[in-house]
């Protein structure tokens, strides 16, 4: 069974997603960036409380921009999804997690060393160039149960 509901359109999306936030960190880091789209599905707190689809994720504005800076900056994500990213995609659709992204539902690149806390969430850890962060203790407990 999938973690979350899905279509064909959505690891389309998806994959051009994980494509133009992490292709330089290799497959290991888009299946990370692909992980914490799929938290934020499935997650039924905080600032994901009205999202329930990927394209809902994807195209989320926050404080007046797109959540993802690819969708307002990447010149990656608008082209075609490659079949090599939508393996990956379908992979964190249907089971992917591991540490750091595991319970993340935040990701970014400081270009420096990552903060201990972003926006109040603790940090879970480091891929490459992103540090990922996971809700506080008692705050989203569908993150870790989805």
Not at 15 to 41: S, W
Not at 42 to 68: E, H, M, W
Not at 73 to 79: H, L, M, P, S
Not at 136 to 144: D, F, G, H, M, Q
Request: one cysteine or more; hydrophobic letters at 35%.
């Amino acid at each position: 069974m999938p973690r979350t509901n899905y279509r064909s359109s959505d690891v389309d999306l998806m994959a051009r997603m994980m494509r133009a936030e992490a292709e330089g960190e290799g497959k290991l880091g888009m299946l990370m960036v692909g992980n914490v789209i799929v938290n934020r599905v499935i997650a039924d707190c905080l600032d994901f409380k009205q999202v329930r689809t990927i394209p809902q994720v994807i195209f989320q504005v926050q404080g007046g921009n797109y959540s993802f800076e690819a969708v307002q900056k990447g010149n990656v994500f608008y082209q075609k999804a490659r079949e090599s990213e939508r393996r990956l995609a379908r992979k964190t659709l249907e089971h992917w997690r591991e540490h750091p992204s595991k319970f993340a539902l935040w990701y970014f690149n400081p270009y420096a060393p990552c903060p201990p806390t972003w926006y109040g969430q603790p940090h879970s850890g480091q891929f490459k160039q992103h540090c990922y962060y996971e809700p506080k203790a008692n705050t989203c407990e569908s993150v870790y149960t989805g």
